[in-house]
């Protein structure tokens, strides 16, 4: 809090040379993962408008000069002059505009993975109230996690269904106008199959009728591949600016789930299941139970039945995709016949799905 006080009271002097400039509005909002930027200085025009300025951080809205080039350099923090820059970029505001500015990727020439170059990425047009006052909050949504692929976000509690479509590494998805309640909200990947993370999106507990926000997600996928560097999550930055508010993560919804493999074709004695790309039982003989497992719920995603030793899903004996409704359990039974001759019937093979099933008995030990 000392910090940010002192960040304050630079950025009140810094705006006192402009008092007579034109100005734009701009909300700076530091979300570079790197370690080695944990902490930087931001010069503006050669002098020192935000010192030490911490990851997960943001600004104020503050007034920079407008209709003239403004030189920004980022340093480590105790810099004391702009020489030898981290990171040099001259912007051109205008006049009358509001902006929001975050800086994001990675400055380190090793230990990342990926090591995408840090920037400045910045969305004109911003916003610091909400446009239809205070029964809304406004949401700018931004990706930045930098090894996160291109996501779905899909809310559920509503449910309002997907409200950002395709969003990749450094895209601004625009503005969401969203009542101030609570919402539950999942970030998917893109073909909508797998739930990466899920999220309290909680608008009302957190007071922001007639505000606008940027929401973005911050962080890694894999520390291990990044440092070390913090896990992926999704932070709220308050035109207010300070700390970062982290959104609640909630459990990815699951359901129960035995497989079963029952298909009497010698063609079949033995078969690989795959889920989507990855294989869930290799080897799965005749006769032969899966144990229970949690499986996502809500999502579609692909079941293959592939020969013993397939490597992927091509030429699978059979594909089928599967919905499952949250904390229900599903006894699957592998079924039927492959192949084209030998067997009287043919009953063709199927997957048959019982979804009201039982780990426990309903009534204790004694049944």
């Not at 009542?179 to 909200?185: G, K, L, P, S």
């Not at 957190?206 to 440092?227: H, K, R």
Request: net charge negative.
């Amino acid at each position: 809090m000392k910090n940010f006080r002192l960040l304050l009271l630079n950025l009140a002097l810094l705006s006192v040379g402009w008092v007579n400039a034109q100005t734009a509005r701009v909300q700076v909002i530091h979300n570079s993962s790197d370690t080695a930027a944990a902490t930087v200085d931001v010069w503006l025009n050669n002098t020192l408008a935000i010192d030490d300025f911490n990851y997960r951080t943001a600004t104020p809205f503050l007034d920079l000069p407008s209709n003239t080039p403004v030189d920004i350099t980022i340093q480590p923090s105790n810099s004391v002059d702009t020489t030898s820059g981290l990171f040099r970029q001259t912007v051109n505001l205008d006049s009358n505009q509001t902006y929001i500015v975050i800086a994001n990727g990675i400055i380190s020439a090793s230990g990342y993975s990926p090591s995408t170059p840090f920037g400045l990425d910045i969305f004109a047009n911003g916003r610091e109230t909400s446009a239809n006052g205070a029964t809304e909050t406004d949401v700018l949504v931004y990706h930045g996690s930098t090894d996160a692929p291109t996501v779905d976000v899909v809310e559920t509690s509503v449910p309002a269904g997907t409200i950002v479509d395709n969003a990749s590494y450094s895209d601004f998805a625009g503005y969401l106008q969203l009542a101030v309640n609570d919402y539950t909200i999942e970030v998917r990947d893109s073909a909508n199959s797998t739930i990466v993370a899920n999220y309290s999106a909680p608008l009302q507990t957190l007071n922001t009728g007639g505000l606008a926000i940027t929401v973005l997600a911050s962080g890694f996928l894999d520390s291990t591949q990044n440092s070390n560097g913090a896990s992926f999550g999704l932070f709220a930055a308050l035109p207010t600016g300070g700390p970062l508010v982290a959104l609640p993560e909630l459990p990815i919804p699951t359901a129960r789930v035995q497989v079963i493999h029952n298909s009497a074709d010698l063609a079949a004695s033995k078969v690989d299941v795959w889920l989507n790309d990855g294989v869930l039982l290799d080897d799965f003989e005749f006769r032969t139970a899966s144990p229970f497992v949690d499986a996502q719920a809500g999502v579609p995603f692909v079941v293959s039945i592939a020969d013993s030793a397939s490597t992927d899903t091509a030429g699978a004996i059979a594909q089928y995709t599967f919905t499952l409704e949250e904390d229900s359990t599903y006894i699957i039974v592998a079924n039927g016949i492959v192949s084209p001759s030998g067997y009287s019937p043919a009953t063709p093979f199927n997957l048959d799905v019982f979804a009201s099933g039982r780990e426990t008995s309903a009534n204790g030990a004694t049944e």
